[in-house]
């Protein structure tokens, strides 16, 4: 078990009924709001009635910012941060998934940087300074809504790639499952890889000892299993998507990273994958996840593979290897029973960009923490997924 540093600030607002202290919230923090969305589901909904009567209702200007897309856009960054400086924004607020939140998060940081905004995302510059946020949480999935980073995409050089820092820590999140009854069965499925995805990264690495993480890690899989496919069935089922809505902030607030290293294979890929094709990310996770597994196991990493399949999946298998398998199949199927797709052909992929994929993933870097993957690693796993 590794040492570690533990710190997130982000207070929760739990349950239905939260939306009624936004206003007090964002008070303690600001007084002029930047309201940033997406592509108007809030409307339809009500949520969008609701925190704008909440502005108007205790005098809180505020200016919106609509649209963000999907895969939020470094345009949109700079969009905001400008709307912040010509009417003197001194708080944001996210309403929608995480790529609102994270759009949120990068304007607030440009809003306060001299420079480009993209400097804070290819490397030339740190994020230390940043307006507050808060969020109203609408999908279950990134975890934006707990912790520090920001996922952006670069439109003009098809590159999508992280950045953040403790400035990016919403000061509040509102998280009202039943604010996610209306979220389609395609997005909720996303929702659900997203959420595993994130647990893999941590879970699978060769700590030791890392128990209590561990266990923690596999009970938060264990629920999107469980869960995930009641909420597709039944939208409107409070208990599941109360329990996926708290699995999403739980995989990537920090708490099961504790003691453990990151192995980034599937995020790093798969955010190289949607900035060249621009597909749902949960999408491209599902695609990845089970080739990546196969890929990896080898006499080394089978017992992490078999504790998963064991743990998470019930496997009764005594063989590690035949464990290990068992376990990547049942993943493979609980996917494809939620309506995603096995193969990149099946969303338009093919060979002919994968050396542009890889670049964009990793450069020539080497990376992995469960077993170590060199570009040439990679770019045979992508084939592999065609």
């Given at each position: 078990?590794?040492?570690?540093?533990?710190?997130?600030?982000?207070?929760?607002?739990?349950?239905?009924?939260q939306?009624?202290?936004?206003?007090?919230?964002?008070?303690?923090?600001?007084?002029?709001?930047?309201?940033?969305?997406?592509?108007?589901?809030?409307?339809?909904?009500?949520?969008?009635?609701?925190?704008?009567?909440?502005?108007?209702?205790?005098?809180i200007?505020?200016?919106e910012?609509?649209?963000?897309?999907?895969?939020?856009?470094?345009?949109?960054?700079?969009?905001?941060?400008?709307?912040?400086r010509?009417?003197?924004?001194?708080?944001?607020?996210?309403?929608?998934?995480?790529?609102?939140?994270?759009?949120?998060?990068?304007?607030?940081?440009a809003?306060?940087?001299?420079?480009?905004?993209?400097?804070?995302w290819?490397?030339?510059?740190?994020?230390?300074?940043?307006?507050?946020?808060g969020?109203?949480?609408?999908?279950?999935?990134?975890?934006?809504?707990?912790?520090?980073?920001?996922?952006i995409?670069?439109?003009?050089?098809?590159?999508?790639?992280?950045?953040?820092?403790?400035?990016?820590?919403?000061?509040?999140?509102?998280?009202?499952?039943?604010?996610?009854?209306?979220?389609?069965?395609?997005?909720?499925?996303?929702?659900?890889?997203?959420?595993?995805?994130?647990?893999?990264?941590?879970?699978?690495?060769?700590?030791?000892?890392?128990?209590?993480?561990?266990?923690?890690?596999?009970?938060?899989?264990?629920?999107?299993?469980?869960?995930?496919?009641?909420?597709?069935?039944?939208?409107?089922?409070?208990?599941?998507?109360?329990?996926?809505?708290?699995?999403?902030?739980?995989?990537?607030?920090?708490?099961?990273?504790?003691?453990?290293?990151?192995?980034?294979?599937?995020?790093?890929?798969?955010?190289?994958l949607?900035?060249?094709?621009?597909?749902?990310?949960?999408?491209?996770?599902?695609?990845?996840?089970?080739?990546?597994?196969?890929?990896?196991?080898?006499?080394?990493?089978?017992?992490?593979?078999?504790?998963?399949?064991?743990?998470?999946?019930?496997?009764?298998?005594?063989?590690?290897?035949?464990?290990?398998?068992?376990?990547?199949?049942?993943?493979?199927?609980?996917?494809?029973?939620?309506?995603?797709?096995?193969?990149?052909?099946?969303?338009?992929?093919?060979?002919?960009?994968?050396?542009?994929i890889?670049?964009?993933?990793?450069?020539?870097?080497?990376?992995?923490?469960?077993?170590p993957?060199?570009?040439?690693?990679?770019?045979?796993?992508?084939?592999?997924?065609?």
């Amino acid at each position: 078990m590794q040492n570690f540093r533990f710190y997130n600030p982000t207070q929760i607002l739990f349950g239905q009924g939260q939306i009624e202290h936004l206003a007090v919230e964002i008070l303690k923090h600001g007084r002029k709001v930047l309201f940033v969305y997406g592509k108007g589901s809030i409307k339809k909904t009500g949520i969008y009635a609701e925190v704008v009567r909440q502005l108007n209702q205790h005098a809180i200007p505020f200016v919106e910012l609509g649209g963000v897309d999907p895969n939020p856009r470094i345009s949109t960054v700079r969009q905001g941060a400008q709307l912040c400086r010509e009417h003197q924004i001194d708080f944001i607020l996210a309403v929608g998934g995480g790529s609102t939140i994270d759009c949120s998060k990068a304007i607030a940081a440009a809003a306060l940087y001299d420079g480009d905004p993209w400097d804070f995302w290819c490397g030339k510059a740190t994020i230390r300074h940043a307006l507050p946020i808060g969020s109203v949480l609408t999908l279950s999935a990134t975890g934006s809504e707990m912790n520090s980073g920001t996922v952006i995409s670069n439109e003009e050089t098809l590159e999508k790639t992280g950045s953040g820092g403790d400035a990016l820590f919403p000061r509040f999140s509102i998280l009202d499952p039943a604010y996610t009854f209306t979220v389609p069965a395609d997005q909720t499925a996303a929702g659900v890889v997203d959420i595993m995805t994130h647990v893999y990264e941590f879970y699978f690495s060769r700590e030791q000892f890392a128990t209590l993480t561990d266990s923690i890690s596999e009970m938060i899989l264990k629920t999107c299993i469980h869960y995930g496919p009641i909420a597709i069935a039944e939208p409107q089922n409070y208990e599941a998507r109360a329990n996926l809505m708290w699995a999403s902030s739980l995989a990537l607030n920090g708490t099961i990273k504790v003691g453990k290293s990151f192995d980034g294979f599937n995020h790093l890929t798969e955010h190289a994958l949607s900035a060249v094709y621009d597909i749902t990310h949960g999408v491209g996770l599902a695609i990845l996840a089970p080739y990546w597994m196969e890929y990896v196991l080898d006499a080394e990493t089978a017992p992490a593979l078999a504790a998963f399949a064991r743990n998470v999946w019930d496997v009764s298998i005594a063989d590690n290897f035949e464990a290990a398998r068992e376990g990547i199949r049942r993943t493979r199927q609980f996917y494809t029973s939620m309506g995603m797709p096995q193969r990149l052909g099946q969303v338009g992929i093919g060979a002919d960009r994968l050396d542009e994929i890889v670049e964009k993933a990793v450069g020539t870097r080497t990376i992995g923490s469960l077993k170590p993957l060199t570009p040439a690693d990679i770019h045979r796993i992508l084939v592999l997924a065609l």
